[in-house]
């Protein structure tokens, strides 16, 4: 049997210490990271796809209005990785300006502490698509999924059926007069959300262990949708991250089975000696130590 598969979470000295130190990962809420597209990339993925096929414009109303409860009413807590240990943009961006370090951790360590977990959504450890034909395709499925759900037979009075190519959409139809009924693409669309992502961060190689946060009973103040918290607020924590409060989970790591390899990034001046001894004491003495291979100043 190959080695195992490592992905590589960048992050600050203290981040690092803290990780070990406490045998727990925080699962931070996405939409509060660097990446202001944050779940909006799939708003844009939907609208793109309904041009190109033409679709009646009470038809991408009502699919941008799902989108857009589910917008307001999902988010996720996530736990950002990479399969590449050594890239300078990761450097710059999550360790510190090059000061921190990458922590390798096994696959399916990550997987079997997910499935351990104990709050109400399920922890998942998947793969970012950045490529846009799969992202196109995904799209469609869901497309073709909010058809099954949110529209009935009847008269449609816009442009015909057919336009809507590619979503096996042979019967004539037309949409509710409300989105009242969000239940279904909630649940289809809260994966995607934070699964699809910019073609221009492909270089990120990133994965994610992550929760779908649900939030608790909403309202409307001048017609916009108002959620009055997350529903499983028992199990957050809150830290302060800049100007912002960030609500995350805690994911515990047990004995750090999960801990193969340390890699410090190329403005790390800690000695190897130090990084040795504190994994000693942290009872993973095993694990591999190595340095950036980038030259940065």
């Not at 809420?29 to 660097?34: A, F, Y």
């Not at 028992?234 to 004995?255: D, K, T």
Request: aromatic residues 12%; glycine residues 6%.
């Amino acid at each position: 049997m190959g080695a195992s598969m490592l992905l590589y979470h960048y992050c600050s000295n203290d981040t690092f210490l803290k990780i070990l130190v406490n045998r727990e990962l925080w699962l931070s809420e996405l939409t509060l990271s660097n990446d202001s597209m944050e779940g909006e990339w799939v708003r844009k993925l939907l609208l793109d796809e309904c041009h190109i096929l033409e679709l009646p414009e009470f038809i991408i109303d009502s699919l941008l209005c799902g989108v857009e409860q589910v917008l307001a009413l999902t988010s996720a807590a996530g736990f950002c990785l990479s399969e590449n240990a050594d890239v300078l943009s990761q450097w710059r961006g999550y360790a510190d300006n090059g000061a921190g370090v990458a922590i390798g951790f096994d696959r399916e360590y990550l997987v079997a502490c997910g499935e351990a977990v104990k709050i109400k959504s399920k922890v998942n450890l998947s793969k970012i698509e950045y490529n846009v034909d799969v992202q196109r395709s995904t799209i469609l499925s869901y497309m073709n999924m909010f058809k099954y759900y949110f529209v009935s037979e009847g008269e449609l009075s816009a442009k015909p059926v057919e336009k809507w190519s590619g979503i096996n959409c042979n019967e004539q139809i037309k949409l509710h007069d409300e989105c009242s009924n969000f239940f279904f693409p909630m649940r289809l669309l809260s994966d995607y959300l934070f699964t699809l992502k910019n073609p221009a961060f492909a270089e990120e190689s990133e994965w994610r262990l992550y929760a779908t946060l649900f939030k608790s009973a909403s309202f409307k103040i001048d017609g916009t949708l108002v959620s009055e918290g997350y529903a499983d607020s028992s199990a957050m924590n809150f830290r302060s991250c800049g100007e912002r409060i960030v609500p995350y989970l805690n994911l515990p790591l047990g004995q750090l089975g999960s801990v193969k390899e340390v890699v410090l990034g190329p403005r790390n001046q800690t000695p190897d000696v130090v990084v040795r001894t504190f994994l000693i004491r942290m009872g993973v003495p095993h694990v591999a130590i190595r340095r950036s291979a980038a030259t940065y100043r």
